[in-house]
RNA sequence: GCCCCGGUGGUGGAAUUGGUAGACACGCAGGACUUAAAAUCCUGUGUCUUCGCGGACGUACGGGUUCAAGUCCCGUCUGGGGUACCA
């Protein structure tokens, strides 16, 4: 019987869905284990052939934690609200709803497909009210919390209330929260709180609340009509749709991530990720600790404060510089520099991202007029204003070190400031006049007054101690970590459950959930700007009469807890018990793509953090182990095309034409092409070292002939980078006026032929792979149903696997797809061996039509090519190295071959440790073997290391270290045994040419090792 | 610039703790079967050298540690990814 996979393959899949085979159990006596793959945005394109990569890796995890014993929880869901929908929605005016679930059935469509133990049962979407309802309420929550800073968690709001009745605020909790806005509050006490109106009480609150409404730098993208967050963007330009971003102050919903900051830092420590992710999130995160530093500004009352990582070098500030959105710029400018300044400024806010990141190297800059006094010599200092200090960071004001900072440097000898050297490093104290700055964190302190002498690190201590005791700072971490803007102008997304009363945003009841997205007439912006739900029937109101909060949630929102909701996916009354939460604690393997390394990543963390410490959840990470998949490249496959000079092809429309093929010079052939004006398609082999002239025949006179090699092959006509003609011609006519030329003929009108007219079989026609990214544009895209419907979802899995680490990134091509499926045939064959032949198919036989597979006793050998091979298995998926055991089970099946088996007690095992990777083919045996039950329920086989002692050893003999020859010696032998049996060898003599060996080194069972 | 990860045959890659470099697969060459093709099977395949036995070289490059280095250390080159006036 032949390997019928497709049969094989729809079988299971319909079996497995019918039975619901892969459907968790929510307890039980088996040690729970969820893994998860990182939420996939179903988009219109469909699944390409990378994206499932990281899906069958989790599979083969899934499914082999099963046969171990595992109560698996495998889910599948949709990150299903999302810009293209909408992009999509405004230029067809359908609703985004519509063309989401169109994609998401495709989509389910081609999972479907490639057989994966998903528990379906628990699918989620994130556009689903059903869903939404708890990212409303989940933000309500967050809302409703503050972060205390002495418990370091987040509260319920009221008992900052609390505080604040009873003791007031002494504007002593500034530094401990870290949001953009709380720097302006006034100290109240308990009695001015109570006697407070709602505004004023709701707007102090505003400043303490989790999520709040704030004024705030955002990033401002005008095409696409809305705000986006800092990891939305790539380049200065929009990640999704490439517009450019401009800065904009708005008042917007944000989340206050930054009071997570340092937990989100440390709690690194705790998982197993991958070092290169962690450490993107680490600068991402941006610690640094510095201290905070006033200095006095001459003539005023004002001071302006600083921070720097480098109190040491205090002595050698020599400037002052203010970001251009400085809140004293306007007060701090004299007369005569306030046209200067004032354009400066104007021109500074007005560039976009991206012109700032263009212009990275030119400096820019303006002198205010006034000064500082140094706070420990008195001297006076300038103040400038500068683009290249941000208002975000920090206080928007920095002290320039210029002999200690590069772009103080810079800026210093652009404008002729003084650079004054404080710290002695590799110039030993004579930097003045020496090209660029001296950054490092080493060496002696100079023309320091009291930091003299000291070492950098100390200096920092004693200039932080000083600055502590005189009263013009204190030491202070800042993070680079911003506030994540949560508002944004769309329509597809969750809406914000808030409505305004007085202009005080309040949050929704719980009862009043979901607040259910409204319908609108179009999908854009109204006229005076405002965000599409603005468009919503005017009784889309709050008590029919408040206005609802008319921007929506970011794509982030919904994939920051998922991972939660499939735990009880169908939980009505809650985002889930805390009793499954308790039972399924963290995802134990969480696969996914390192580019939601910033975004995704992090926020589903602060998340975690927020609901674990308001006691929803018990767990302080959402993933212990991460796995980042590779990238999968396309390989685009180039052919080399011949085509009439492009400046003179006009002229040849409607002439008569020929091409001459020529070899080495000399004319072999001519074609009539005739005298169409459209372009005749004429290729020539990779391979060939023909040479093609086109030809006019009427003036009996050569075309001027070029070289063109843009074209690409659809990859699915190629091979081994040989195009297989009459597939792309059934399926591109287009072509079919194209001659294609090789060494050995050429074919024309759908036949083909050599050089001599003779029509024969066959050429090979290569084209030239190139690496590119996988794109409809390049022709190069891949799709893993057309790979199912050729050679089968198994075989497609175990080649996604067989193509290299699962960590690394690749070029995708079907090269090597043959040898896989061979594997699966030659695997098939153990089973259905013709009785009298066996084992290898010999040339013209057909296997036999009933299984065959006997109960005989296995040999010692058979015995430990399957020990071996679970061993190695067992070793390959626990460290997640799928691509060698794909190969360990070529090897097995070989060697089974080799050896003829066709015994149960053999193939049994060895089916129950293939099926994680090939589940389909390994079903079918199973049965056929006379189970009933599926196979995933089978346990995996346990290795016996009995079977794998050898009773040899192959010794390999080297030389200083350089392996001559190999002995097979008993291993019961002891290191001096097998010394002397080496030492006596007739072959040692030869290379120890009589000498006696300075040093003989035996590690036994491995090696022997001569030094001569 | 800084941080992270890589560099092994014609190709994808293997070598898990320093112990026979190139497993497994593709491709290629030759052969078997076939009217032919497909499918299948067998043999060979790192480079140089030799008729052959064999020998020499070989994991980006240059050094080092070691009885022994793809693996460890130092320096250089190079590819990919992340990030960037973050004081």
């Known amino acids: 019987m032949e390997y019928n996979f497709k049969e094989i393959e729809s079988n299971w899949q319909k079996y497995w869905a019918a039975n619901k085979t892969f459907a968790a159990k929510d307890g039980g006596d088996k040690p729970k284990y969820y893994v998860l793959d990182m939420f996939p945005y179903p988009s219109g394109a469909g699944l390409h052939v990378g994206h499932p990569l990281g899906y069958i890796a989790s599979d083969i995890v899934a499914r082999y934690k099963r046969h171990k014993g595992f109560n698996v929880l495998h889910p599948m869901g949709y990150d299903s609200f999302g810009l293209p929908a909408e992009q999509y929605a405004i230029q067809t005016g359908q609703h985004p709803k519509i063309t989401t679930e169109q994609n998401i059935a495709r989509y389910r469509e081609q999972l479907d497909k490639i057989g994966f133990s998903f528990d379906w049962d628990r699918e989620v979407r994130t556009s689903n009210p059903e869903y939404y309802k708890w ?18 968690k987040a509260e319920p709001i009221e008992t900052l209330i609390k505080v604040f009745e009873t003791k007031g605020f002494n504007c002593k909790l500034d530094d401990t929260l870290t949001g953009d806005i709380e720097k302006d509050l006034e100290p109240f006490t308990g009695e001015e709180w109570k006697a407070f109106d709602e505004k004023k009480k709701s707007d102090i609150l505003m400043n303490f609340r989790l999520a709040y409404l704030g004024e705030s730098f955002v990033n401002w993208c005008p095409q696409l009509g809305t705000v986006l967050a800092n990891d939305e963007i790539k380049d200065g330009v929009s990640e999704r749709g490439g517009y450019p971003v401009e800065r904009k102050l708005m008042k917007q919903w944000s989340m206050r991530i930054t009071a997570y900051a340092q937990r989100l830092l440390d709690g690194l420590d705790t998982l197993d990720w991958t070092e290169s992710l962690k450490e993107a999130q680490r600068n991402w995160i941006g610690k640094s600790e510095g201290t905070s530093l006033k200095f006095k500004v001459q003539g005023s009352e004002n001071s302006i404060e600083v921070f720097t990582t480098r109190p040491d070098t205090v002595f050698g500030v020599s400037f002052v510089t203010l970001a251009p959105e400085h809140e004293l710029v306007e007060s701090l400018t004299t007369t005569e520099n306030k046209a200067a300044v004032e354009a400066y400024v104007t021109q500074a806010k007005n560039r976009s991202e991206r012109e700032r990141q263009a212009d990275i190297n030119k400096i820019t800059g303006v002198f205010t007029g006034s000064y500082v006094e140094h706070p420990f010599t008195g001297k006076q200092v300038p103040i400038w204003i500068g683009d290249y200090v941000l208002a975000g960071y920090g206080t928007g004001a920095v002290m320039a070190v210029p002999a200690h900072d590069s772009r103080d440097y810079s800026f210093a000898k652009h404008f002729g400031l003084p650079i004054l050297e404080v710290v002695a490093g590799s110039t030993n104290g004579t930097l003045s006049e020496v090209e660029g700055s001296y950054d490092a964190k080493e060496g002696k302190l100079i023309n320091s007054d009291f930091l003299n002498g000291l070492e950098v690190k100390d200096a920092m201590k004693k200039a932080i101690a000083e600055i502590e005791a005189k009263g013009l700072g204190k030491g202070k971490v800042n993070f680079r970590l911003r506030d994540a ?15 305004y009363k007085n202009d005080i945003p309040y949050a929704l009841n719980e009862n009043e959930l979901p607040l259910v997205l409204p319908e609108v007439d179009k999908y854009l912006p109204t006229e005076d700007g405002e965000p599409p739900l603005a468009r919503a029937a005017a009784s889309w109101k709050h008590e029919g009469k408040y206005d609802y909060e008319h921007s929506t949630m970011p794509g982030w929102a919904g994939s920051s807890w998922y991972f939660l909701r499939y735990m009880d996916a169908t939980n009505g009354s809650e985002f889930a018990s805390k009793k499954l ?20 990543l992090l926020y589903v963390r602060f998340w975690t953090k927020f609901l674990k410490d308001l006691g929803y959840i018990a767990i302080d990470e959402p993933a212990k182990k991460l796995i980042n998949q590779g990238m999968i490249g396309g390989t685009s496959e180039l052919m080399k095309q011949f085509i009439i000079n492009r400046e003179e092809i006009e002229k040849y429309n409607s002439i008569s034409k020929e091409i001459i093929i020529k070899k080495e010079g000399k004319e072999i052939k001519r074609l009539d092409i005739g005298n169409g004006s459209e372009h005749c398609h004429v290729y020539l082999s990779i391979d060939s070292g023909l040479d093609i002239e086109f030809f006019d025949k009427e003036n009996k006179s050569p075309i001027k002939t070029e070289l063109f090699q843009e074209n690409r092959a659809k990859v699915k006509y190629v091979m081994n980078s040989v195009l297989n003609i009459d597939e792309w011609i059934a399926d591109e006519p287009y072509y079919a006026g194209s001659i294609l030329i090789t060494d050995e003929g050429y074919w024309t009108k759908h036949e083909y032929f050599d050089f001599t007219e003779n029509k024969i079989q066959n050429i090979s026609f290569k084209t030239k792979p190139v690496v590119e990214k996988m794109s409809k544009r390049w022709n190069n895209v891949v799709n893993p149903d057309d790979i199912c419907e050729k050679f089968g979802a198994d075989t497609l899995r175990l080649y996604e696997m067989f193509l290299g680490p699962l960590e690394q990134s690749k070029p995708w091509n079907t090269n090597g797809i043959t040898g896989v499926q061979g594997f699966l045939k030659k695997l098939w064959r153990l089973f259905y061996m013709s009785p009298s032949g066996g084992g290898a198919q010999r040339a013209g036989e057909d296997s036999s039509n009933a299984l065959n597979v006997t109960n005989d006793e296995p040999t010692k050998g058979e015995l430990k090519t399957l020990h071996k091979t679970i061993k190695k298995i067992t070793e390959d998926i626990e460290r997640f190295s799928f691509n060698t055991s794909i190969s360990n089970f070529m090897i097995c099946v070989n060697e089974l071959t080799d050896a003829k088996c066709n015994k149960r007690a053999i193939l049994e095992p060895l089916l129950v440790c293939l099926s994680p990777y090939a589940p389909h083919i390994a079903e079918e045996l199973w049965k056929q073997l006379g189970h009933t039950e599926s196979i995933s329920t089978a346990a995996f086989p346990d290795f016996n290391e009995a079977y794998l002692v050898d009773d040899n050893v192959n010794y390999p003999v080297s030389f200083n270290g350089k392996v001559k020859f190999t002995l097979e010696l008993a291993a019961t032998l002891t290191t001096q045994e097998v010394e002397a049996i080496v030492r006596a060898n007739e072959q040692t003599a030869k290379y120890l040419d009589g000498k006696e060996p300075k040093k003989v080194i035996v590690v036994h069972k491995k090696i022997v090792n001569m030094v001569v």
């Open 135 to 152: 990212t409303q309420w989940i933000f309500i929550q967050i809302f409703n919390s503050w972060y205390n800073k002495s418990t370091n």
């Open 581 to 600: 939460s308790d039972y399924w604690q963290q995802v134990d393997l969480y696969i996914g793509g390192s580019e939601h390394a910033t975004g995704h």
């Open 485 to 499: 803007v949560f508002g944004r102008q769309r329509y597809w997304g969750e809406p914000i459950p808030v409505y």
